[in-house]
């Protein structure tokens, strides 16, 4: 019976190891918290996060915190070239307004697709002040309906503002 007793007490103690073996093995492996660039701050209102996107504009590479956020609003959100043929270059600006306390500071446009090419002024725009993002579209090698979408990340909340536009794309003129 004391073998068995004994014998028990072994499986159990080396059970024990090994569980804490195993905790301590993950801790070094998993992160406890997500590692974010430095200048990351959790969307409040929207979905996703801030990315950091200094390489777009470097006037961005400032950490944001509730005294440096804006809001912002655009004239339109979707907008609509109409009929175009394929290989036309149009271009769009959308405009819009900060309607926050703070200078508004864009962070990056990212087109849907690289037929599509965003601009967009990197200085602060102040609040009260107005701005434009140019989007050019270029239909070669389109055809029909297209829908494409420009992401916005700016130290707005939310985080990002989605505009778009679409273009009926007919075959080339003769």
Same mark, same amino acid.
């Given at each position: ?14 059970? %024990?190891? &090994? ?12 992160? /406890? ?29 400032? /950490?944001?915190?509730? %005294?440096?956020?804006?809001s ?6 979707? &907008?609509? &070239? ?12 959308? %405009? ?10 864009i /962070? ?28 050019? &579209? ?10 494409k ?25 003769k």
């Amino acid at each position: 019976m004391k073998e068995n007793i004994k014998t028990i007490a072994l499986v159990v103690l080396a059970l %024990s190891f &090994f569980a804490i073996a195993v905790v301590e093995i993950l801790r070094f492996v998993l992160p /406890r918290e997500p590692q974010f660039p430095s200048n990351f701050i959790e969307n409040k209102n929207g979905a996703g996060p801030i990315q950091n996107m200094m390489d777009q504009n470097p006037i961005a590479n400032e /950490r944001l915190t509730d %005294s440096t956020l804006t809001s912002i609003e655009f004239a339109e959100e979707i &907008f609509n &070239f109409g009929d175009i043929y394929e290989g036309d270059k149009v271009t769009h600006e959308f %405009s819009f307004k900060n309607t926050g306390k703070n200078p508004l500071v864009i /962070r990056g446009a990212k087109a849907s697709c690289g037929c599509t090419i965003p601009s967009y002024s990197k200085e602060p725009i102040l609040p009260g002040k107005e701005g434009v993002i140019k989007v050019v &579209f270029n239909s070669l090698g389109k055809g029909g309906a297209q829908h494409k979408a420009v992401h916005i990340t700016a130290n707005t909340i939310p985080n990002y503002t989605v505009i778009e536009f679409t273009a009926n794309v007919l075959d080339k003129k003769k």
